[in-house]
């Protein structure tokens, strides 16, 4: 259910395939990734968990963030 995929070439962070920000260092540009790509790894655990109040809670968790920080652009 990701939104966008965030990636990183170098110094560029991706959304999609498309420029989105640059970070300082190819470095930081890969921290910056791991983080936008909170709300994916929280699915990837509701997915893996066996009890669903924690795979609710997992996902709850998810779409706050998307809602909070992956703002679609209109």
Known sequence: M???T???N????LRDGQ???EGATSEAASEI???LNV???LDS???KSRQRATARAWRIAAD????KFHRVED
């Open 2 to 4: 990701p939104d966008s």
């Open 19 to 21: 420029h989105y920000a």
């Open 39 to 41: 709300p994916d790894w």
């Open 64 to 67: 706050n963030i998307r809602a």
């Open 45 to 47: 655990e509701a997915n």
């Open 10 to 13: 170098g110094k560029q962070i």
């Open 33 to 35: 990734v791991d983080a």
């Open 6 to 8: 965030f990636t990183q």
